[in-house]
């Protein structure tokens, strides 16, 4: 069973930092083929934030997010992390990681993903 839990949500005011983790367990993320972080805004939509691609290890980030936010993982941690930066008013919402080990296609797409987690409230006053 393969479970992922984040932490790391908290309420901070514009231009800090915050980092999200995302910890694995049931299946080693090392073999992963797509992982990714998404976020839902208050009355909006889950957006896509940033993922890694297995097949050229790239790492894709929305354009609001590029030169702030960091994907990064700890493969002896079995854990994902998002390093946020500079946070701004707009980046206020629930962040979820997710990962899927079903090889082929991209990693952007939310239907692209069997496991999620539950999510972790991230807030930034201005």
């Known amino acids: 069973q393969v479970q992922l839990v984040e932490s790391g949500g908290d309420v901070v005011q514009a231009g800090g930092s915050l980092r999200l983790s995302c910890a694995a367990s049931?299946?080693?993320?090392?073999?992963?083929?797509?992982r990714g972080w998404f976020r839902q805004a208050p009355g909006k939509e889950r957006e896509h934030v940033a993922s890694?691609?297995?097949?050229?290890?790239?790492?894709d980030y929305v354009d609001s997010v590029k030169g702030r936010f960091t994907f990064s993982r700890d493969n002896a941690k079995n854990t994902l992390y998002l390093q946020m930066n500079n946070l701004k008013p707009e980046d206020t919402g629930t962040y979820y990681c997710a990962a899927d080990w079903m090889y082929g296609g991209g990693c952007k797409g939310e239907a692209r993903y069997n496991f999620w987690g539950q999510g972790t409230q991230v807030t930034v006053s201005s």
């Open positions: 049931g299946r080693s993320i090392i073999s992963t083929y797509c």
């Open positions: 890694i691609h297995l097949g050229d290890y790239s790492t």
